[in-house]
């Protein structure tokens, strides 16, 4: 049977430029051993073996003749796997700047639309004995509820984890054009609203039917439409180029806790300040001008869980994304205040804003950030451009170790996309610890993103300073 793309999930495939690939990431950093080395073999054996938990991940998509229908998806009949999980290296002893350097040039790259919408890279020649993976999907491919993203598998709890059954995929022979033109007729004429949207997303008038498809689209996207006023003129609205730069900072999970347990409000509410106090000092490193009235207008798609803990028993969990726009106020200088401002438009959202479900099962580790992120990115996506300054995808993830490979996992950093007209874009996980924050930058725009990162820092410990 042939399964079309969602409304929702047809809008991101057809809304993605050469500026503005429609694909969300995962940055994976490993510490290898005497005992324990994460090599190409390993991580093709461990996906080969995983791969029919996702099983999207062996399809592609196939779009209908003239745009007549949804684009659908079919099992690719060549798929290689070696295609997908692919072999990088840096000159040894690769450093941090040579590896996000090359993110950088991997996001820059769509993903082949003749393929399942995905690619992931072992990158080896690290210092210090290590090696990183590099997941990239396509936002229509990971919806957080029927498909969760493949990083979500090859994550384990423990070194060595139960083995699965034999996958014993055959693909499933690909429709003809008459099949699927007849398809899209039938589906004119009972449903012709639906085909009038298609239509326009075939033709790339996507403005005119991604913000009806999205507030339709209660199971995948939250919207609070009443913050719908233009945002702040910001340097971090600009005409984007396809080049990237990417950046990442991390610090211990505890110093949130304390300042959090100091005034009374939670770790985001102290995630957005530290990321408010970097955006002032930037700003001013510019030598932009900020008054005291001065705010930066953030997206923040926001990933909480619900009902039941992740403890990777196999259970099934309930997570939520609520999705809401924040005033960040970079003109305050006193970081308390700006804690407490954060704290209250973060309190009032909570009781405004609408939210989805997104129920996953969780069959094996219950690594969920990279798919949570993913639906952040989506939500971000269906928002009017012009009522924000920038994105701020932030998803929980396990605070205790995991492998993949039997390799253990040392760090986490998300690699969320960048929007059109949108230099910087941040997204946040927390993991056995510690919180990480990776920056996905227009090149041109915001050549400065390692400063920027650095400014995450020294937010922080201003505001740990200013606690005494």
């Known amino acids: 049977m042939v399964k079309k793309l969602s409304n929702l999930d047809a809008s991101f495939y057809y809304m993605e430029e050469s500026t503005t690939p429609m694909h969300v990431g995962t940055l994976a950093i490993f510490q290898s051993s005497d005992d324990e080395q994460l090599d190409y073999d390993s991580l093709l054996n461990l996906v080969e073996e995983r791969i029919g938990l996702v099983p999207q991940y062996r399809q592609k998509v196939r779009e209908v003749a003239r745009g007549l229908g949804r684009p659908v998806w079919v099992d690719d009949a060549d798929f290689d796997i070696t295609y997908h999980v692919r072999r990088s290296a840096l000159p040894r002893p690769g450093d941090d700047e040579q590896l996000h350097d090359l993110i950088a040039r991997l996001v820059s790259r769509p ?19 290590r090696s990183a993976i590099f997941i990239k999907s396509h936002e229509s491919l990971v919806d957080g509820i029927e498909n969760m993203e493949i990083g979500q598998v090859i994550f384990d709890r423990k070194p060595r984890p139960a083995e699965l059954s034999d996958d014993l995929w055959m693909p499933e022979r690909e429709p003809g054009d ?5 398809g899209a007729v039938m589906d004119l004429v009972s449903r012709p609203r639906d085909g009038v949207h298609t239509l326009r997303m075939a033709t790339k008038d996507v403005s005119a039917t991604v913000g009806k498809v999205a507030q339709g689209a209660g199971k995948v996207a939250s919207m609070v439409w009443s913050a719908a006023s233009t945002a702040p003129t910001s340097p971090l609205n600009v005409t984007i180029s396809r080049n990237r730069r990417y950046a990442v900072s991390a610090s211990s999970l505890d110093e949130f806790r304390r300042i959090r347990a100091r005034y009374g409000c939670t770790v985001n509410d102290v995630v957005l300040s530290v990321i408010t106090g970097a955006l002032r000092n930037w700003l001013v490193s510019r030598g932009e001008p900020v008054s ?40 305050e200088p006193n970081p308390v205040v700006r804690l407490s401002q954060v704290a209250h438009a973060t309190e009032v959202h909570a009781h405004s804003g609408r939210s989805v479900d997104a129920g996953t099962l969780v069959q094996l580790s219950g690594f969920a950030p990279a798919t949570l992120h993913a639906m952040g990115a989506r939500v971000a996506s269906s928002f009017p451009q012009r009522v924000f300054n920038l994105i701020v995808t932030n998803a929980p993830g396990p605070q205790s170790p995991l492998y993949s490979a039997g390799v253990r996992m040392t760090e986490m950093y998300p690699v969320p996309p960048l929007v059109k007209n949108q230099a910087l874009s941040i997204g946040v996980t927390s993991y056995n610890g510690r919180i990480y924050f990776g920056l996905n930058a227009d090149r041109g725009a915001m050549s400065d993103v390692d400063v920027f990162a650095s400014m995450l820092a020294e937010s922080l410990d201003e505001l740990r300073e200013a606690c005494g």
């Open 111 to 129: 993903l082949d639309r003749s393929r399942p919408l995905w690619e992931m890279y072992l990158v080896e020649g690290l210092s210090a004995g």
């Open 292 to 331: 005291a009235s001065s705010t930066v207008r953030a997206l923040v798609p926001m990933a909480v869980y619900l009902e039941g803990a992740l403890d990777g028993s196999g259970g099934e969990a309930r997570r939520n994304v609520s999705s809401f726009l924040i005033d960040l106020p970079v003109g």
């Open 178 to 182: 008459l099949r699927l033109v007849a």
